[in-house]
């Protein structure tokens, strides 16, 4: 969409050329007056010298002579000079009317509808690239013009532009004579002309045309000042390609404004309006060279510049940029255009002159395209052909650097692809949602993971069985190793119990703008199931360097139009908190910790993750079949750091086909030399500490509150209110039955064949994994070295004799204790007989028992006829028993016939001696 605009904003014209000026409303007023002054009064006057010359004498005698006289003929000469004077006054006159019908206003120079390029630049004001649509045009005041480049202009161009009133005599001369010798239209256009042509009238070669463009030229010179007309001149003028104006031609050559030209760099563009795509550098240079040459010497003829000057200028080598160099970061610019676009609409975009300062640092943003494009250079031997970077400020959201691909304009790799912005799997970069959303839920850093080959129930009877990195597992590990080292159950264990849909809800809080259908997920999806986009996950990484706060990238920094209003302007705001200090510093303290990766990364600098000198954290992600490679990290971004940045680095191939492997460093070293260069001398800030979060102490395995068999322990970080509990269950103390080592029975603690031993059950995070992990204990730790890894579930079957000797089933018998009276004790005639029945386990689900006096049975029973004596206890009141010595005794039987009973009628079980005495 194409907007009017005041052409001239310099103020230069007096205010008798203003529109609406008094005396411009005299003289369009009495334009008409003189028209008709020159259609009937110059008739008149003619007839009126002719009738006064036939009056006077000498005229008269020679009428009379005729021919005969020698002045006739010169009579006849003057006479027909002046006619053919006043005949071609008239059809000037003539043809100014009847062109002057239909001609535009001059002031449509300064008050019409052109078409604008938008600027697009640097946070730092460089230009990165203009916006346009059919032709790219910058506007720029005649004080923006070099003085060497409105000289040469006007050498080359118009000498006499400041001595004429619009057209050159000489110049009309010449071009009379082409067309009256040669037949072609051309010359003789002046600097005002060439205006006219290229703004007001069409570029057809016409006699018509012409006309029009000399009546015109007339006008404007009578409206505006010499420098207004060379300064829409500049402004109007093709210089090859699209550019249009001398400012666009200065950026589409030199890559520089105007303001900036050299005098070698302004005669070559001087040279170029005659015939632009004849005279182009980039079609034929020696041709250009000799064009600037002619410039150079119409300069040193008309006084502006020195032949010394002038030969130094041909021997100068003009750099030129490339036309695809003239536009810088050029996949940011096109993420720029497409937002402005949105907001503006494609045309205002293309045409309304809107100038954009975004975000870019230029200069930062080179380095960075430049360590990608090496890097992935070296990495071709791998398979590797395209790599991508973005780099923000956590603490405002602003993206200082988006490198979308090696190069733009590499089609083979499909280079204008801007994989920053594109949807591709992110491996285990994006674990740290997954452990933040279970921070949420009470998890934290010491929660043992059991990482393990585990088989996952995932429904409709199918399972999921994901592998570690090489098939590499490391069992027990607290939440902080299995993060920092990424290892791939223990995350999906961890998904398994947070769970898909609160990790996604997670994921969009933070930023992730994809994932929006968790029904297609499954727990695949911590270890890069689905696709994310590296400016998304970027952005939600910074969501930790700032403490919890989200802050969505942001690109563009001021929008102004052409006449300067500001349409946006972007204020750093408070952003979203979606996380609290506490969970966020949890991330950082894991991902920072050098030491948490050493199990996959090794020590030392950890291909690079380690940054000595500088707190950093940062997460790694490779996808199935090496087809991404990724590595995003950031430092700390609270309100006084000085070194806040988040960068993402992406290596692969835009056709999604994998790479080596075996190569998994990649992205990792363009990481590395990023955040390098970007911290530089810079301090070392470390994340600071929140209020709420605690120190802690666990035991060694299970990652329990300490228990009172607890061996080893380990101490963490907690959010207050989340430290374990639940006292360690994992280490145990069992009484063991000495022969067999199996749980102590009765029988063998009433014989005192028992022991008490420590023992470790390693316990699953879930009861449907323990089969995996009993698995595993038994390739890991097999018995015959580790019998503590095996604690005894079975009861000892073993039978006792009363001397304490192992005997076999068929001298197994209950044993029989008499508890109550006690041996010699006098009683009355009414009292109670309690006794204790100890048989084997596997004997214990029947027993009968007899109680005997004086080896006469008085009663038996098969049920406890004493519950508050405990298990197997048994009781019987005899009464009314005569006064005297008596022997008391209980025999018992057990479900496999084993019995302590002897011969009928008597007991071989227990037996003791009493008094019963009389009231």
């Not at 519950?867 to 209980?890: L, M, N, Q, T």
Request: charged residues 25%; aromatic residues 8%.
């Amino acid at each position: 969409m194409n907007r009017k605009r005041r052409y001239l904003p310099t103020g230069a014209r007096s205010w008798r050329k203003e529109r609406g000026g008094i005396l411009m409303r005299i003289l369009s007023a009495g334009g008409r007056t003189v028209v008709s002054i020159l259609r009937h009064g110059v008739l008149g006057v003619f007839e009126f010298a002719i009738w006064l010359l036939s009056r006077l004498p000498y005229f008269r005698k020679l009428r009379e002579r005729g021919k005969r006289s020698r002045l006739y003929w010169a009579n006849l000469a003057v006479s027909f000079c002046l006619f053919t004077m006043i005949a071609t006054t008239l059809f000037v006159g003539g043809v100014f009317i009847v062109f002057s019908k239909d001609l535009p206003s001059p002031d449509r120079l300064i008050d019409r509808e052109i078409s604008l390029s938008t600027k697009i630049y640097d946070r730092r004001g460089e230009l990165l690239y203009d916006i346009y649509g059919d032709v790219n045009r910058t506007l720029v005041t005649i004080d923006q013009v070099p003085e060497v480049v409105r000289q040469a202009t006007i050498a080359i161009e118009d000498k006499s532009f400041y001595h004429h009133r619009g057209f050159d005599p000489r110049g009309i001369a010449r071009a009379i004579y082409q067309i009256a010798v040669h037949h072609n239209l051309q010359g003789g256009s002046t600097i005002t002309q060439q205006l006219v042509k290229n703004a007001l009238l069409s570029k057809e070669r016409t006699l018509p045309r012409k006309i029009k463009e000399f009546v015109l030229a007339l006008q404007i010179e009578a409206r505006y000042s010499k420098d207004e007309i060379l300064q829409m001149y500049l402004n109007e003028t093709p210089y090859g390609g699209q550019a249009i104006g001398i400012e666009a031609a200065a950026r589409s050559y030199f890559g520089k404004s105007v303001s900036k030209l050299s005098l070698a760099e302004a005669t070559m563009l001087a040279g170029l309006p005659a015939a632009p795509s004849h005279f182009s550098p980039r079609r034929d240079p020696e041709l250009a060279k000799w064009r600037q040459a002619q410039v150079l010497r119409r300069m040193v003829e008309d006084g502006y510049i020195t032949q010394e000057e002038a030969d130094k200028a041909k021997e100068e080598e003009l750099k030129y940029v490339s036309e695809g160099a003239s536009i810088k970061a050029p996949h940011f610019v096109m993420y720029v255009r497409e937002l402005l676009a949105d907001r503006y609409g494609e045309a205002m975009v293309e045409h309304g002159g809107l100038q954009v300062t975004t975000t870019l640092d230029l200069k930062l943003h080179n380095k960075f395209q430049k360590i990608v494009t090496e890097e992935i250079k070296q990495d071709r031997i791998y398979q590797v052909t395209n790599g991508a970077l973005v780099a923000l400020n956590p603490k405002t959201g602003e993206i200082l650097s988006m490198v979308g691909s090696i190069d733009y304009f590499n089609k083979k790799i499909k280079g204008q692809y801007n994989v920053v912005l594109a949807e591709r799997q992110p491996g285990s970069a994006i674990k740290p949602i997954t452990y933040v959303a279970a921070f949420k839920q009470g998890y934290s850093p010491a929660t043992t993971l059991i990482d393990i080959p585990t088989t996952f129930d995932i429904g409709y009877g199918r399972t999921y069985r994901p592998a570690d990195f090489a098939n590499r597992y490391h069992g027990i590990l607290p939440v902080r190793k299995a993060l920092g080292s990424s290892k791939n159950v223990a995350a999906v264990k961890m998904l398994s119990l947070v769970g898909i849909e609160n990790m996604i809800a997670t994921a969009h809080e933070m930023g992730i703008t994809t994932l929006n259908d968790p029904s297609r997920y499954g727990l695949s999806v911590t270890l890069g199931g689905g696709e994310v986009k590296l400016l998304d996950l970027m952005a939600a990484f910074t969501c930790f360097s700032t403490g919890g706060i989200r802050r969505d990238p942001v690109a563009i920094l001021k929008v102004t139009d052409y006449r300067g209003n500001v349409l946006e302007e972007f204020k750093p705001g408070g952003g979203i908190r979606v996380l609290t200090e506490q969970q966020a510093y949890l991330i950082n303290n894991i991902l920072s910790d050098s030491n948490a990766r050493t199990l996959t990364f090794g020590g030392g600098t950890q291909m690079g993750l380690n940054i000595p000198g500088h707190t950093v954290a940062v997460k790694t992600g490779t996808t199935h079949d090496n087809r991404d490679n990724w590595a995003l990290g950031y430092t700390p971004a609270h309100e006084n750091s000085p070194v806040a940045v988040a960068i993402g680095a992406w290596i692969g191939n835009n056709d999604n086909s994998p790479m080596n492997p075996n190569f998994f460093a990649g992205s990792a070293r363009i990481w590395n030399k990023a955040m390098i260069t970007f911290l530089g001398n810079k301090p070392d800030v470390k994340f600071v500490r929140p209020k709420g979060i605690v120190g802690g102490m666990v035991d060694g395995l299970s990652g329990k509150a300490l228990g009172p068999f607890s061996t080893t322990r380990r101490s963490d970080i907690f959010i207050a209110g989340a430290v374990p509990t639940e006292p360690d269950d994992w280490h145990q103390e069992l009484e063991i039955c000495t022969p067999d080592g199996k749980l102590a029975s009765d029988a063998c603690r009433r014989v005192g064949k028992t022991v008490k031993k420590l023992y470790i059950k390693i316990t699953a995070e879930r009861p449907e994994w323990q089969d995996d992990v009993d698995a595993w204990v038994r390739k890991a730790y097999p018995k015959s070295k580790y019998p503590q890894y095996y604690p005894p579930t079975e009861i000892s079957n073993l039978c006792f004799d009363s001397s304490g000797n192992k005997v076999g089933d068929l001298e197994c018998k209950p044993i029989v204790d008499i508890t109550e009276p006690a041996e010699g004790a006098t009683i009355g005639q009414s009292f109670t007989v309690k006794a204790t029945v100890t048989v084997a386990e596997d004997r214990d689900d029947y027993v009968e028992v007899k109680f005997y006096l004086d080896q006469t049975t008085l009663w038996h029973t098969t049920r406890n006829a004493d519950p508050a004596c405990g298990k197997r206890c048994y009781s019987f009141e005899f009464s009314d028993v005569d006064p005297g010595s008596h022997r008391i005794g209980v025999c018992a039987a057990d479900a496999k016939g084993g019995t302590n009973e002897g011969p009928p009628g008597t007991c071989a079980g227990a037996e003791i001696g009493v008094t019963v005495s009389s009231p």
